[in-house]
Each structure stands twice: as structure tokens, then as C-alpha cells.
């Protein structure tokens, strides 16, 4: 995915959780999650473009790929039952095989150790005293956030979680990314010359203004990702058995892949897939599978940011508590 693509997702990310129904004490969490984003939103271009710009990890940490096999021992995780990558994987005939991972490929260990880094690097902001030279400041915990949603949001484009090349040939992977991009570039008034977002007045990212555009906005892929995520209920839980962001970040991944072959059947591949064919080959749309795509993309950034931020504070609750004693 591209740079605005990336920031417009952990927007979304944020402002699901800020419109989502939650207990009150999950909504205290979330809403100190949205101020602290908040304050920080101007940094979030350059922070979730960061592993693209600098880093520069992407042959084997944007990626985990998978590769269908008759022998391998690996089998199918669960995840909660609203991901509509979950719901189209499990239609696959691939579902019921098994598969081989590249083992090169460390998506879900990345994702887990910026989790971990987020949440020891707010500890040791809370725990050092003002001025001291070991505590992180606030923009390098930023920094960290939006990294991550980087990461978590790569695992839902099915091509970084399918061995086929579809770098190579005419590279779908990058066209289908260049229409993402062109789109929220087209419905979003965006301050090129200081790579950012205009805000609206709840500052998120400003709609385009005028009414042929906002009229053209009502049946884009856009509207339909805000359609699809207002309708789905938000399960703060991992899915099955998962139990921490690898678990759950693996079985992304792995309806990622299923949702790439859903698009883009066997036998095809960069060989015979042409800018003519590659939207007709799968038993889904181009549209419904952006949509799945994105509104999953968005729904795991909500979950993963929340479920950190959540232990942090859990934890902050309890050292205030053990000071005062
Ligand atoms: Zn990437």
C-alpha cells in the first residue's frame, strides 16, 4: 500500500474505535487512545510511511507468503467472524488444504515486537522522572504506533501473503495499490506540500469538497468501506483461539491468502495474468475485494492499537495504585 493509504487507514482505525460501541471502561481506554492520536495526527503520514522510507524491510517483514501444499502440517486459525477475508477465505477450495510458509518471512513477529515496543516504551516514559535521559518522548512512542499500523495494514493485501509474483509481469500488486491510492487522493483534500491531510472540524481527514464530487463519492469503493465497517460489530477479542498480535496477525495473513486466490484463481499467475484479464478471473469483484481489503485493514488497526494502548494502561492503573499505598 502507499503512503496515503496507509495514513488514511489509521484514521479510520481511529475513528472506528471513536464510533464504536464499547463498555465504559473499554471506552475510557479508547478515548485516551483518540486524544493522545490526536494530538499527534500531523505526524501520522511520514509514521506509517516510516517502514517504506527508512526502514526499508519489505522483502521479508511487509510480508509472510504462503504457498498451497498437500503436506505440510499447517493448518487454518480462526478470526472473528465479522472479517470479511475470514468469510470469503473459508468459500475457497484452498481452505481445506494445507500450505507452507516462506521462512524468511516475519510479518506477525514484526507486528508483535512493535506491540511490545509501544507498550515498554510507555512504561518507561511513566516510570523516569521529567529530563531523564532514558525516557522516550512522545513523538518517538508515535513514531512506533503508526509503524505498526503500517505493518498490520500490509497483512491485509493479499499479495504480500501470497507466493505468486505479482510484483512481476504487469504488477497487479502495484496497480491495484496506485487505484487505493489514486482513490483516497480523488475523495480527500490532501496539503501536498506538507504531506498532509486537510482536517475536518473532529480532525479527521477532509472530504473533497463540491457536489459532483461528493455525488461520485456516494458509489465509491470509499463509501462502501464506511458502509461495511459502520455495519460490523467491533469484537475487541483476537478470534479462536488466538491469544496475542502473532496469533491473530498469522491468521490474517492466512485469509489474506485465500482472499488473493478468491481474486485471482489458480491457475494464474504474473504468466497469464494481463492488465484485459485481471478482473474477471476470481468469483469476486474487484470492488468487494477492495472493500474487504481495506475495511479489514482498518478494523485490525482499531483492534491491535486498542489491545496495546488497553495494557499499557492496565498496567499504569496499577502502578499509580501501588505508589499511593
Ligand atoms: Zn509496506
Not at 512493535?114 to 513523538?139: F, R, W, Y
Not at 480523488?186 to 482536517?199: G, L, M, P, S, V
Request: include cysteine.
Amino acid at each position: 500500500m502507499k503512503k496515503y493509504t496507509h495514513a488514511w487507514l489509521a484514521f479510520m482505525a481511529i475513528k472506528r474505535l471513536e464510533e464504536t460501541k464499547l463498555s465504559d471502561t473499554d471506552r475510557r481506554y479508547a478515548n485516551n487512545l483518540i486524544t493522545w492520536f490526536k494530538s499527534h495526527k500531523d505526524s501520522v503520514i511520514q509514521g506509517a510511511w516510516y517502514p517504506d522510507s527508512v526502514i526499508k524491510d519489505m522483502a521479508n517483514s511487509h510480508v509472510l507468503k504462503l504457498t498451497p501444499s498437500d503436506d505440510a502440517a499447517n493448518k487454518f486459525k480462526r478470526l472473528p467472524s465479522t472479517y470479511l477475508n475470514y468469510q470469503y477465505g473459508k468459500k475457497t477450495a484452498l481452505w481445506k488444504k494445507s500450505f507452507t510458509v516462506d521462512k524468511d518471512d516475519n510479518l506477525p513477529d514484526r507486528c508483535e515486537s512493535i506491540a511490545h515496543s509501544v507498550i515498554d516504551n510507555l512504561k518507561m516514559q511513566e516510570s523516569e522522572d521529567k529530563g531523564s535521559p532514558v525516557s522516550p518522548t512522545d513523538n518517538q512512542i508515535a513514531l512506533l504506533l503508526f509503524m505498526l499500523s503500517h505493518y498490520v495494514s500490509d497483512a491485509h493485501m493479499p499479495f504480500h501473503c501470497d507466493s505468486r509474483r505479482f510484483s512481476a509481469g504487469m504488477n497487479l500488486h502495484a496497480q491495484i495499490e496506485a487505484k487505493w491510492e489514486n482513490i483516497i487522493r480523488r475523495y480527500y483534500q490532501i496539503d501536498d506540500a506538507n504531506a498532509r491531510f486537510f482536517y475536518d472540524p473532529a480532525g479527521y481527514p477532509l472530504r473533497a469538497k463540491g457536489t459532483h464530487i461528493d455525488h461520485e463519492y456516494q458509489s465509491s469503493l470509499l463509501k462502501a468501506v464506511d458502509d461495511a465497517l459502520r455495519d460490523r460489530r467491533f469484537s475487541i477479542g483476537w478470534g479462536g483461539k488466538n491469544n496475542n498480535v502473532w496469533d491473530f496477525m498469522s491468521a490474517i495473513c492466512q485469509y489474506s491468502y485465500l482472499l488473493s486466490y478468491r481474486f485471482i484463481p489458480e491457475p494464474y499467475d504474473h504468466t497469464n495474468v494481463t492488465s484485459a484479464n485481471w478482473q474477471s478471473l476470481g468469483s469476486i469483484s474487484f470492488d468487494d475485494f477492495s472493500v474487504a481489503v481495506l475495511s479489514d485493514a482498518i478494523d485490525s488497526t482499531a483492534r491491535v492499537w486498542f489491545r496495546v494502548w488497553r495494557k499499557y494502561m492496565k498496567w499504569e492503573r496499577k502502578a499509580r495504585a501501588k505508589k499511593k499505598k
